[in-house]
């Protein structure tokens, strides 16, 4: 990968207009990023904002630089950072070069004012400008300390700001230029472009040029890129939108005693989660931990099931009681016994008698004309990179639900190879793969070819898919497609998840098996409930 220093380099050099955006902090880095820019400015005022002190040298300069640190661990962009007057003279800035570029900090813009300086639309007439020989030396310093030749030092010339027009702002930048500076940032507090537009002129590119735009914002872009400017530098919009967004929703959270006008208009927790890289942390837990931690799950327990007559009346087949308690419960006791704490319980008939605690559950609004597979799409909101999708009229041993989770494949679904299974009442379908069982362990890259409601013809089958599968990241974005093209045709609702998985293997895509030898049920009929009592025995 190209270094952030030569990142910045380029950028700074392009011969197209460019644009960075102010960051702050970690996670404001991060949202730069993710907007697309290819670079951030660390803007000492917002730095100082997000530390709740005033842009005049409050925080220290190793303040700031560790704050850096974060922004540069979560970003993989360049950060030029706002580095005020160098927090002293030319030592002081040798050694924030030296600091700077330990930690992969791209460049630093520094300003010809005195320390401690104040913001520029401070009091700007009054701010007392440095000298031109003094701030020249503190150029050439840090150029001269710098390790990495891409590493970028931006002089910036606040004569405009100061009122000292535009002659002594030009006859500065020239001598910035021929201290060694990497570029000109040329600050203006008008409203109107005017003072930059005809500084670029006679500016004439000898150097790139920078403009921080905040005063002046209105201005076409275009009239900067017909102006030969290099970059536009947002200078403080990341926490201006934030403080507003706080200021509303704190004042509403406080007035109203409650977050629920607020909730669905703020970030959710998720989103920050994914911010700060969650998912990279469960991959690494799984690969040095050897732990499958994160792995969620969905039950489909929307049918009534109406072969089970009364027992139905007044609940889904999936809470009836087996063995002293609902079948529901009983499955979510066994996935939480391993682990698996995130169960999201897709309920359609009678859903308000669904009493098992602990789960998410995701109403099929369509269960008395829809499908399993219309079932599953009520959930994809709770779909995981990692998750467990089951039937919930199944009763199963524990060890299929653990070995299931040692399985490679991106989409791994349990088949029964005994066919003569007397516990199988229903009609399961019968599942053809690459390979028969041959009962050894573990018996690795088996391959689903079909899944049939009935025995096609006269081929064996492998064995019968038992209601359970288990789905990866990219199994996660197979069935993600495969329902999004299955939804536009006419029988949506009367497809199953067997189609679902057919679909995905004439996609391309591969499903694995994982073979087991009895040791479940699934509950069926009236005749079932005491076979799936003795089972829970
Ligand atoms: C900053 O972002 O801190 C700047 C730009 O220095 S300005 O606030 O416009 O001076
Ligand atoms: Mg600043």
Request: charged fraction near 25%; proline fraction near 2%.
């Amino acid at each position: 990968m190209t270094s952030k220093c030569k990142q910045l380099r380029a950028l700074i050099e392009s011969n197209t207009l460019e644009f960075i955006l102010e960051a702050h902090n970690g996670i404001s880095a991060t949202i730069v990023e993710q907007a697309g820019f290819k670079a951030i400015w660390g803007s000492g005022f917002a730095m100082s904002a997000q530390f709740g002190v005033r842009d005049s040298n409050e925080a220290s300069w190793t303040q700031v630089v560790d704050m850096l640190e974060f922004m540069s661990d979560a970003t993989s962009i360049p950060i030029l950072l706002d580095g005020d007057t160098g927090y002293g003279n030319f030592n002081n800035m040798r050694r924030l070069v030296s600091k700077l570029e330990q930690r992969e900090i791209a460049g630093v813009c520094i300003e010809d004012k005195q320390f401690p300086k104040i913001n520029s639309f401070i009091d700007s007439n009054k701010q007392p400008l440095a000298d031109i020989d003094e701030f020249s030396g503190k150029i050439k310093a840090g150029k001269d300390c710098q390790a990495d030749d891409d590493f970028c030092i931006i002089a910036r010339v606040e004569a405009l700001i100061a009122g000292w027009g535009l002659k002594e702002a030009l006859d500065r930048a020239e001598a910035y230029r021929m201290a060694g500076a990497d570029g000109i940032l040329i600050h203006s507090k008008s409203h109107r472009p005017d003072e930059i537009l005809e500084f670029a002129k006679e500016w004439s590119n000898r150097l790139p040029l920078a403009i921080v735009p905040t005063k002046y914002y209105s201005t076409p872009t275009n009239a900067f890129r017909k102006a030969n400017i290099s970059l536009v530098i947002w200078a403080n919009h990341m926490i201006r939108s934030s403080t507003k967004e706080m200021i509303k929703n704190s004042k509403k959270i406080y007035k109203s005693e409650s977050v629920a006008d607020i909730e669905e208009k703020i970030s959710t927790v998720d989103k920050i989660f994914n911010l700060q890289g969650v998912d990279e942390l469960s991959e690494a837990q799984e690969r040095y931990l050897g732990e499958k931690i994160d792995v969620s799950a969905i039950v489909l327990a929307a049918t009534r099931g109406s072969e089970l007559h009364e027992l139905t009346q007044d609940k889904p087949k999936a809470m009836i009681n087996i063995g002293g308690e609902a079948l529901l419960a009983r499955t979510v006791k066994q996935f939480k016994k391993i682990g698996i704490n995130k169960l999201a319980v897709v309920a359609g008939y009678k859903a308000e008698s669904i009493n098992v605690s602990g789960i998410d559950i995701k109403i099929n609004k369509d269960y008395e004309t829809g499908n399993e597979l219309m079932s599953l799409s009520y959930a994809e909101e709770c779909f995981d990179n990692d998750m467990v999708i089951t039937y919930g009229d199944l009763l199963f041993r524990e060890h299929i639900l653990r070995d299931l989770l040692e399985v490679n494949g991106e989409i791994v679904i349990i088949v029964d190879s005994a066919l003569d299974n007397p516990n199988m009442t229903g009609s399961p379908d019968v599942a053809y793969c690459s390979q028969n069982d041959d009962r050894s362990p573990f018996m690795q890259n088996i391959t689903l070819k079909k899944l049939s409601s009935k025995i096609e013809g006269d081929i064996e089958p492998s064995g019968h898919w038992i209601g359970m599968m288990r789905v990866r990241k990219d199994g996660r974005r197979w069935i993600e497609t495969a329902i999004n093209e299955l939804k536009t045709s006419s029988n949506f609702k009367e497809l199953t998840i067997p189609d679902l998985l057919n679909h995905i293997i004439e996609n391309g895509n591969t499903v694995n098996v994982h073979y087991i030898n009895g040791h479940w049920l699934d509950v069926n009929s009236i005749n079932d409930i005491d076979a799936a009592g003795d089972f829970t025995q």
